[in-house]
């Protein structure tokens, strides 16, 4: 009886013990980003933090993002080019406290890719004959471009072989023209938003409580092929080669569906067009094997994944509990093979989720833009309003 | 900025030709989401003319050369770029028509990086139930290219059934269908009943009806209580012998119509925004209501007159419907079907009520033991109506409704205990005395003047 009795207590306390442990974990994580962010804005001169700091309502602020250089749409807050090195340190420990080592990677691999594109231009611009990328395939080797995505004409020949820009292009290209700027005040319980982002780059981070909503968020990368250090550096390369390996297990009559017989030659719900909803098209993921579905998580989780654990668990959770209404659309070449850029655009959309990756018609194998979204949940409107 | 920011580009460009830059270059990306409406079809487009076609666009924009883009030089573009679409349903054209535009700065569209947006509207025919909408872009004088999408409908009465493109996106098809009109107005009156009948019994208003019946309990004990004579003539002040079974159901039916009738002139005067009556007095008529029949039930004060209480009263009751029904749409026909949702809601549960009682009644009413139902039936109404109406016009606190719904709780097992009640009083009482068929047709012809 009393031994019963025990072990039910012990039993009760181990259970209490891991819900609240569960539960302090959720909170310390939000404390530690709340705390990051709190160190970076104290290294800040008091100019530079009203700078950064915006209205967690600021709906222009909210949309003040681009895949476009920092040159052409101005972003708010300031840049990493505009901070002291104590700063950016304090701003880099922020991004990686938010983002998971992935995430943090991704962003840093697009930043690289700026760099890159600022001191080697594009190998294959307009109307250059330009050579392959050094240490990568050339950018056509899936079999060409998909329907209509021809040749251009370019702006003149001249020399293709990426002409090095000798000025103004600090202003226009590099790892350190990323910005970084605050919706809200920095809190743990009331929501704000972290907006990190540039050329190629815009992170909406929307952080209310113990939630993380990464939604909307812009990659991309140009060169989306690179060498760095000697080694090949792709920073959407799983985006590539997760889908490609997903369309290539689709049989015959799921590929029909799964393959739309138009071209799309850019994002339909790129900047701007936040909180929009399209008839969704494709293969549905409810007539896809259960390994075909585990696929598609795959892919969904290169963008869930790029926020903390905590976050992205959460929001997995939900995609998979809508795997059935979420569909897989693609456009373009199914050919092609893992470590080479796909030049076909794809969709992933279910009810709370738009993913596309839409390779830019100068460079289809290597200038890609993408877009995660949650059409319900925009900068977290549909958490804050509960 | 602007200036700064054309001249760096355009001295990248000559500095390095082979540079890519991270935006459109040589195409006019037409992008367009459509957005469909049972009665009409919205069109969103955005036009981003590449950095080496937009002198090529600006010069078609700016039409006298000038350098300026004036208001009439856009409208006249806005106007153009709608001309090259051509939109059919189910074959016939349909009318567009421009609805707001809006363009960049010459620097902005210099740059590549300017957006002319333009929204347009055009009004979608109706009747039928499946459709065919195609969109037709022919090319402007650059080299476009297309994304078309459409949104997802607002309105659940429409349901997309497929899609189809040609591979550049210019022509666009999309396969819907009307599943019903509750929403929308309609010109032609049959297929309005149509689409109301399909629609109504799935309205969540009609769902509100009957539960507004069920659960407002004062109604039904008006109802009830009304019905508790109507088997019986009235002879000299009293409720004396029973009718004939279907000169009793012909009564009951008569004053379930009429209360029907009175209720449904002014819920639908009410919702209809026409009169506006406070609902305080109306909840103390509504128990003074009760009041009267439950009195009625005892002594015959309006004999033969029972049809007529129910529509006068039917009146009142009516109006307290009204104060429930506040969540119709805004629409006049939207309105309509919503009334006409939530009526048939309340008629249903009346049905389902009466029917359930009407057995035990007519069964009953044919032995002795009926005259102590109707006592007992009618003193509880009273007492229940005595209490409401001090309740109502007091502001008091009494245990009526606690009283009322503890019973309401239990109306099925009592229906049935009174079913099995009638039926073991006609076995075992003898049959009681029945009226003579002269009498009955007097009396008849008094009850069958229906308002």
């Known amino acids: ?386 | 900025m602007r200036a700064r920011g054309a001249a760096v580009l355009i001295a990248l460009l000559l500095l390095s030709p082979g540079l890519a830059f991270a935006h459109r270059i040589d195409e006019y990306l037409q992008a367009t989401l459509l957005t469909l409406e049972p009665h009409s079809l919205q069109g969103s487009i955005r036009l981003v003319p590449g950095v080496l076609v937009a002198s090529d666009v600006i010069a078609s924009i700016d039409a006298n050369g000038d350098g300026v883009i004036s208001p009439e030089e856009q409208r006249a573009y806005a106007q153009q770029v709608l001309n090259s679409i051509s939109i059919t349903l189910d074959g016939r054209v349909v009318e567009t028509k421009l609805v707001s535009w809006s363009f960049p700065s010459l620097g902005q569209m210099h740059d590549g990086l300017g957006e002319i947006k333009i929204n347009y509207s055009a009004a979608l025919s109706d009747g039928g139930r499946d459709h065919v909408l195609l969109v037709a872009t022919h090319n402007l004088r650059q080299k476009l290219v297309y994304l078309i999408n459409l949104t997802v409908p607002e309105d659940r009465s429409l349901e997309i059934l497929s899609q189809r493109r040609n591979p550049e996106q210019s022509v666009y098809e999309v396969d819907y269908e009307q599943k019903t009109a509750a929403a929308g107005a309609y010109d032609t009156t049959g297929a309005v009943v149509h689409v109301w009948l399909q629609g109504i019994q799935f309205s969540p208003l009609f769902h509100l009806g009957m539960r507004h019946i069920a659960e407002g309990t004062d109604h039904l004990l008006f109802l009830l209580t009304l019905l508790l004579p109507a088997p019986l003539l009235a002879i000299n002040h009293r409720w004396g012998p029973r009718l004939a079974a279907r000169s009793s159901m012909l009564r009951i039916l008569g004053i379930v119509t009429a209360f029907t009738i009175g209720h449904s002139i002014t819920l639908t005067l009410a919702a209809m925004n026409v009169i506006h009556v406070p609902s305080h007095p109306i909840e103390v008529l509504i128990a003074v209501s009760i009041l009267v029949s439950a009195v009625h039930a005892l002594w015959p004060i309006l004999p033969g007159r029972e049809a007529w209480i129910a529509a006068f009263f039917g009146l009142i009751h009516g109006l307290a419907f009204a104060t429930t029904l506040d969540r119709l749409g805004v629409g006049h026909w939207e309105r309509v079907a919503g009334i006409l949702s939530f009526n048939l809601g309340i008629e249903a549960m009346q049905m389902i009520v009466v029917a359930a009682i009407l057995p035990s009644l007519l069964l009953m009413s044919r032995t002795r033991a009926y005259s102590a139902l109707r006592i007992v039936g009618a003193g509880f109404a009273a007492i229940a109506a005595l209490g409401w109406t001090l309740e109502r016009l007091f502001e008091l606190q009494l245990p009526v409704d606690d009283l009322v719904n503890a019973l309401a709780r239990h109306a099925l097992w009592i229906a049935t205990g009174l079913f099995l009640l009638s039926l073991l009083c006609r076995v075992l009482l003898p049959v009681s005395q029945r009226i003579q068929r002269v009498e009955v047709l007097s009396e008849l012809s008094a009850a069958s003047t229906l308002p």
């Open chain 1, 1 to 386: 009886m009393i031994n019963s009795f025990r072990r039910w207590t012990a039993i009760a306390v181990l259970a209490l013990t891991v819900v609240f442990s569960g539960f302090v974990q959720a909170q310390t994580t939000t404390a530690e980003v709340v705390n990051a962010a709190d160190k970076f804005l104290a290294t800040l001169s008091a100019e530079q933090r009203q700078k950064v700091s915006y209205a967690f309502d600021d709906e222009q602020q909210r949309a003040r993002w681009s895949n476009l250089p920092t040159g052409f749409v101005p972003r708010g807050g300031i840049s990493l080019k505009q901070m002291t090195p104590v700063q950016r340190e304090a701003a880099i420990k922020l991004l990686a406290t938010v983002l998971s080592p992935m995430g943090l990677q991704k962003v840093n691999e697009i930043r690289e890719a700026d760099d890159d594109f600022k001191a080697n231009g594009s190998r294959r611009g307009p109307g250059g004959p330009g050579g392959p990328p050094p240490g990568g395939p050339p950018p056509n080797a899936q079999g060409g471009p998909p329907p209509g995505f021809g040749r251009p004409g370019g702006p003149g020949g001249g020399a293709g072989q990426g002409g090095r820009p000798s000025f103004s292009s600090d202003e226009m290209f590099g790892s350190n023209l990323y910005y970084i700027s605050f919706l809200g005040k920095p809190s743990t319980t009331t929501p704000w938003i972290l907006q990190f982002g540039g050329h190629h780059l815009a992170l909406n981070i929307t952080i209310a409580g113990s939630r993380g909503v990464l939604t909307p968020t812009l990659t991309g990368a140009q060169p989306a092929t690179f060498s760095l250090d000697g080694k090949t550096v792709r920073p959407l390369g799983r985006e590539s080669d997760k889908a490609l390996a997903l369309v290539q297990s689709l049989n015959d009559s799921q590929r029909k569906q799964a393959v739309l017989n138009y071209q799309v030659p850019d994002l339909v719900l790129g900047p701007g067009q936040d909180g929009k909803k399209i008839v969704p098209e494709g293969l549905k993921a409810s007539t896809m094997t259960p390994q075909q579905q585990a696929m598609l998580l795959g892919i969904v989780a290169e963008w869930t994944d790029i926020l903390n654990e905590n976050a992205a668990a959460s929001r997995m959770a939900q995609i998979t509990a809508d795997l059935k209404e979420t569909w897989f659309a693609w456009s373009g070449p199914t050919d092609g093979k893992a470590g080479s850029n796909i030049t076909a655009y794809y969709r992933i959309q279910g009810p709370h989720l738009v993913i596309e990756y839409a390779p830019q018609h100068d460079e289809p194998a290597n200038h890609v833009h993408t877009i995660y979204r949650d059409p319900t949940n925009d900068y977290g409107t549909g958490l804050t309003r509960q």
